[in-house]
Structures are given as structure tokens and as C-alpha cells.
């Protein structure tokens, strides 16, 4: 049985600053949309930041895939939260994670922890560590470590993308309006379409998001 989340608005989180972590440009609305939306309206989103630039939906070589899916990305964000918001990308190669301890994985978690100190985040959404994809697992792994020691107190919390909620506490966005999460995912046409030739698609039924976010609590490290 799952936990009834608490709205995160009734929450001692409703006045945190998140910084969304996602692992390919797409990942953002479909697991962490309405919380984007939620807390870029309130002026408490500090970033957006991509793991990896998503050109592994693509056979190698998909001639300009990379700028494309940045610009989805961007439009996909803009029609979330408006224009303006901060968007980091991490610069990791998709389906190729660095491994924990790492030099790739110990430069990103530098330059991560400095991010969270400079925007004084408090609260760190990542894709949960039990999802089927490699960088969703290590975007969890990337993100626990960098709130681990980024010295002060941060929270994480993990989002689901390709996986079921589970019995942990839980945080609730409010709900976005009808539509927008939808319109938000549209902007991922390279996801959608063979605008860019073969490669992978979003099923009709992963469409299907709720108005809502569902913000599995993890750890607060101090």
C-alpha cells in the first residue's frame, strides 16, 4: 500500500529552493513537471539540471540531435515555468554513466555542490535509485553525493519516471492545470516523432501524467 503524500506546500519544504536533477531532457516533465511548475511560479526553483545530453534515443551520429534535444528541453521548461530558468547541463554521455568516486563522477559532484552553495538550495528532485535506466540510477547516486557534502542541509528526494511509488513519506505538488504537463511534453518532439529518424518513442500511455508530482523523501543530510 502506498503512503498518502502530504502536500509539499503544507510542508516544512514550502519555502525550500529545488534544484531538479534529471537524466535526459525529457525526464524533467515527465517526472518532475508539476513540482518545475509549482516552484518557478513561487520564485523557489534555483536550476534545472541534465545528467546527460539524451542523444542515446538516437542511433549514433543522429546529425544534430544533441542541440535539438537542448532545445526541446528549453521549450519544454519555458512552457512549465516560463522563460528565464537556469538550466546546467552536467555533460555526462547518455547510457555511459561515470562510475561512483570517479574523476567524471567527483568533477560533477564538485561543480553540483557548488551550485547548491551559490543558489542556497535546500532540496535536491532526482529520478529514485531503483529505476530500470543506468543514468536514472546514477543521477540518484550523483545526487545523494553531492548533498551528502555540499555543506549545508539539503534534502533529497526522488521522483519516478520508469518505476511504481513505494511506502515511503512522501511530498504531493498541487496540480498543475489540465494540459500543461501534456503541452510541456510536446516540446520533446524528437521523442514523439520521427522528426529525427529511427529511434526510441514515448508510448500513447506514458502520456498519461497526472496533474501531480509525488516527492519520495530520501534523506536530509546536514
Known amino acids: 500500500m502506498v503512503i498518502p503524500a ?20 525529457d525526464d524533467e516533465t515527465l517526472g518532475a513537471g508539476a513540482l518545475i511548475a509549482e516552484t518557478a511560479r513561487d520564485g523557489r526553483l534555483a536550476a534545472i539540471a541534465y545528467l546527460t545530453d539524451g542523444t542515446g534515443s538516437h542511433p549514433a551520429g543522429t546529425a544534430g540531435l544533441a542541440s535539438v534535444r537542448r532545445r526541446e528541453a528549453r521549450l519544454a521548461i519555458q512552457r512549465l515555468a516560463g522563460a528565464g530558468q537556469r538550466i546546467v547541463s552536467v555533460g555526462w554521455q547518455d547510457a555511459r554513466p561515470a562510475e561512483p568516486s570517479s574523476a567524471p563522477f ?70 498543475m492545470p489540465a494540459g500543461r504537463r501534456r503541452h510541456a ?32 523523501l530520501r534523506d536530509v543530510h546536514r
Not at 560533477?108 to 535506466?133: P, Y
Request: proline residues 5%.
Open 6 to 25: 502530504r502536500l509539499l506546500s503544507h510542508s516544512r519544504w514550502r519555502n525550500a529552493r529545488w534544484l531538479v536533477l534529471a537524466p535526459h531532457p
Open 106 to 175: 567527483e568533477r560533477s559532484r564538485l561543480a553540483l555542490g557548488a551550485l547548491i552553495r551559490a543558489e542556497r538550495i535546500d532540496a535536491i528532485a532526482v529520478t529514485a535509485e531503483n529505476e530500470t535506466h543506468c543514468d536514472h540510477v546514477a543521477a540518484y547516486l550523483l545526487a545523494r553525493a553531492v548533498a551528502a557534502s555540499a555543506r549545508r542541509a539539503v534534502a533529497l528526494f526522488a521522483y519516478r519516471v520508469w518505476s511504481d511509488a513505494d511506502r515511503r513519506p512522501a511530498l504531493r505538488t498541487n496540480a
Open 185 to 216: 511534453l510536446a516540446a520533446h518532439r524528437s521523442q514523439l516523432s520521427p522528426s529525427m529518424g529511427p529511434g526510441f518513442r514515448l508510448s500513447a500511455s506514458e502520456g498519461q501524467m497526472p496533474g501531480f508530482d509525488r516527492l519520495e
